[in-house]
């Protein structure tokens, strides 16, 4: 079974090939609005959001051809497309369910077959809930009279839980989504919680109603199963599984696993408003390994780019003039890098400044000489303060933020270098104008060397 996270998948040619938003009055190519998302995010968004709209009578998406409102279904492949909610032949679109006759009597004797099933993990629940004190007034199928108005629901099992009316449904086979979605606009507008209880769930095979269930859930399922219901009774506890999703970070992209753990009910989180019982918080540590994910894939695409502009200094040359090939490769250079904000000259042949000043940072940052012809460091040192007041500075703490102070030192055989550093502090004080003067592209110099960007001055 593919990840939850990846896009959804339309049919090839569907019936339904544009539909029209009565929202915004635009009208939109059915499968790109559908392969736009992220599975989860159409099933556990779009999809309820579409059939609350119908339910409420306030239809969002309609056939363009004939006006009629559309829901989202999916085929048994979990491939999604719009069918009509009522097909009346009048549209040339035709998206009657075509279930041929031998496939409705599966149907039926699943259901059949289920309810067995169904008896047996409702007095699961029941027994479960009474053995723990937290819960009162636990009652089977019993009627279930909405405050406001005269509507009823019978939900299987119903009990209170610290002030919250809790109605508990296990029934999922013949459930389909109008109907779970129904169920939860009742409760949610009696103040109550809907949940929901498999009696068994496994990820790898789900069916498009616990999808339905998961997404919507906060991508936790719940379970009570012939274990769960035997521990219950053992701590005076009611005890469940939690399937769960779990994003997290691989090699810095999203990827995510499955969980589950058996847990006391008094380990969810109640959402009444939200109606979700949930252990993990699923949308909370997506959103964060989502962001995390896209932080480090800049940081990589950030760190080549520094690679790709260096290379300029330690292999192209650049100092002495960048031949024509290269010169086309640094045009490309400089496209690439104005993609990500930053700014470099076209031509840097008439910004000797700035790739002196790259050279120099470039050179302690490596420890050896980059785009000079010297072969040592200390060489690099000596011209600096010789010829580049501005630099002096910038340079020095380069040493230090590099750690390459020591190469220098231990290049200065005859120790030039240390007593030249003896008169930097009053030759800094004399003319600070000279020292901390504005260096050219500052800002592209503060990217290339990030761990100096406070040093740079621009
Ligand atoms: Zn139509």
Not at 64 to 77: E, F, K, M, N
Not at 207 to 228: H, P, Y
Not at 317 to 332: H, Q, T, V
Not at 428 to 449: E, K, Q, T, V, W
């Amino acid at each position: 079974m593919r990840n939850p996270a990846e896009p959804a998948i339309a049919v090839d040619a569907p019936e339904i090939e544009r539909v029209l938003s009565l929202r915004s009055g635009a009208e939109f190519e059915s499968r790109r609005l559908i392969q736009g998302r992220r599975y989860d995010r159409l099933v556990g968004g779009l999809r309820d959001v579409i059939s609350d709209a119908i339910r409420e009578k306030k239809p969002r998406l309609v056939c363009p051809l004939c006006g009629v409102a559309v829901r989202l279904s999916a085929s048994q492949q979990k491939r999604f497309f719009f069918r009509h909610i009522e097909e009346d032949g009048s549209c040339p679109a035709v998206t009657r369910s075509n279930l041929d006759h031998d496939t409705i009597r599966a149907l039926k004797y699943n259901g059949a077959r289920e309810s067995d099933a169904h008896k047996i993990t409702k007095n699961r629940i029941v027994e479960s809930l009474s053995a723990d004190g937290g819960f009162s007034e636990v009652a089977v199928e019993k009627t279930w009279r909405a405050k406001v108005g005269n509507r009823l629901r019978r939900p299987d099992v119903q009990a209170v839980y610290n002030g919250i009316r809790i109605a508990f449904e296990a029934q999922l086979t013949t459930t389909f989504l109008d109907v779970v979605r129904g169920r939860r606009a009742f409760y949610l507008e009696d103040g109550a919680l809907l949940v929901w209880i498999l009696r068994r769930f496994d990820p790898e095979h789900r069916r498009m109603t616990e999808d339905d269930i998961l997404f919507s859930n906060n991508s936790n399922i719940l379970v009570v199963d012939e274990e769960t219901w035997r521990l219950s009774r053992e701590k005076g506890r009611f005890m469940l599984r939690c399937h769960y999703r779990e994003p997290h970070l691989d090699d810095d992209a999203r990827a995510e696993r499955w969980q589950q753990a058996v847990i006391g009910f008094d380990e969810l989180t109640l959402d009444s408003v939200g109606q979700r019982a949930f252990l993990f918080d699923f949308d909370a540590r997506d959103a964060e390994v989502v962001q995390e994910a896209a932080k480090r894939q800049a940081e990589r695409l950030d760190e080549a780019l520094r690679e790709e502009i260096f290379s300029y200094w330690t292999e192209k040359n650049i100092r002495m003039g960048l031949d024509k090939s290269s010169l086309l490769s640094w045009e490309a250079t400089v496209g690439k890098a104005a993609q990500r904000g930053l700014t470099l000259p076209q031509v840097p042949d008439e910004h000797a400044a700035f790739v002196t000043a790259v050279a120099v940072l470039l050179s302690a940052k490596l420890g050896r000489p980059a785009g000079y012809r010297y072969t040592k460091l200390i060489q690099v040192a000596h011209q600096v303060a010789e010829s580049h007041s501005e630099l002096l500075v910038p340079f020095g703490f380069a040493l230090k933020a590099y750690g390459t102070e020591a190469i220098v030192d231990a290049e200065d055989g005859k120790g030039t270098w240390r007593q030249r550093k003896v008169g930097f502090k009053e030759r800094i004080a004399a003319s600070p104008g000279a020292h901390f003067a504005a260096l050219p592209y500052a800002g592209a110099l503060r990217y290339l060397f990030p761990e100096l960007s406070e040093k740079i001055r621009g």
